[in-house]
């Protein structure tokens, strides 16, 4: 039944039968996160850097209502370039399937499509979490509610500094899921190595964060695990000021009445524009470094 639903590229087809570690990977950071050609070309380095590091990669997306676990150059860059992708988490992923549209995978999704294609873990930027003013607004990301429940390991940056970082960890902290530092006790967000607010456990080596992992599921705890990494130091940008760039892009937000799913993308647009691209190279870099630390826990995984 779900065969006819999903497509494999050749390359993770033979990843399967061998039984290679597997990274999945995200597209929503392609269609929205970042201008054309440097999304495309981000995306092929990251590809290139999971090889590097022992593990096959699998960007995942919707495609003519077909549900791709990896894709081929072309289908990188027409993503990276069509205006007809919908951003896609688990509300929209049915629909985009049943009406044969285009969807860029989330976090939730992609966490949706590597379970489906048996894959444990994934590599993204920044998770979304609880935005600031969710008392009143309500407006938590799917993606909480995905790791809460989905057995898949996350490598991320931290949560986006535009969110409201300590409910992202309260909610994660009720729904069991375990937040890690990567070689750090401190969470990082995103564009800067640090915050206010400390990780659940610090681990310093894949195997360490493997074997946890492994353990989780092994004792039937279901949902993921969230592996927090933080950003090259060569690369981080400084706390306070990104905080003030942030502060102005949300103001904008609200003036111009911009709301749900619409948020992240105009911000970050804003913060790029603000950091006179700084912001761009930054989450060029971070991306870069989680895809080297995710596969090899994905190496890890398969001892």
């Not at 509610?145 to 931290?158: F, H, P, S, Y």
């Amino acid at each position: 039944m779900l065969k006819n639903y999903i497509e494999y590229s050749q390359e993770v087809l033979e990843a399967k039968k061998a039984n290679k570690p597997i990274v999945a990977l995200e597209s929503t950071i392609i269609s929205h996160g970042m201008p054309y050609p440097q999304n495309v070309e981000t995306a092929r380095e990251v590809e290139e850097i999971i090889r590097r590091n022992g593990a096959v990669p699998a960007t995942t997306a919707i495609i003519n209502g077909v549900i791709k676990i990896g894709l081929s150059d072309e289908e990188l860059e027409f993503l990276g370039t069509s205006k007809e992708i919908e951003k896609a988490s688990r509300r929209d992923f049915a629909y985009l399937v049943a009406q044969k549209k285009h969807g860029a995978t989330t976090v939730a999704a992609t966490m949706i499509c590597a379970q489906l294609a048996g894959i444990e873990v994934f590599v993204t930027g920044g998770i979304g979490g609880v935005h600031r003013e969710a008392e009143t607004t309500m407006d938590i990301s799917a993606d909480l509610q995905e790791l809460a429940q989905t057995n898949v390991a996350v490598v991320c940056a931290g949560a986006k500094s535009i969110l409201d970082i300590g409910l992202t960890l309260e909610y994660l902290e009720t729904h069991g899921v375990p937040v890690v530092g990567y070689k750090t006790d401190v969470l990082p967000a995103f564009y800067t190595r640090t915050s206010p607010f400390n990780v659940d456990f610090r681990m310093d080596t894949p195997e360490e964060v493997a074997s946890m992992i492994r353990t989780k599921w092994n004792l039937n705890l279901q949902g993921g695990v969230l592996i927090t990494n933080p950003i090259p130091e060569a690369d981080a940008m400084e706390e306070a000021f990104i905080t003030g760039v942030i502060e102005t892009a949300l103001k904008e937000a609200k003036e111009n009445n911009i709301s749900g799913k619409n948020v992240t993308p105009f911000v970050l647009g804003k913060v790029k524009e603000l950091t006179e691209g700084t912001s761009l190279t930054a989450n060029i870099a971070l991306v870069k470094h989680n895809a080297e630390v995710g596969a090899k826990i994905a190496v890890s995984l398969q001892k």
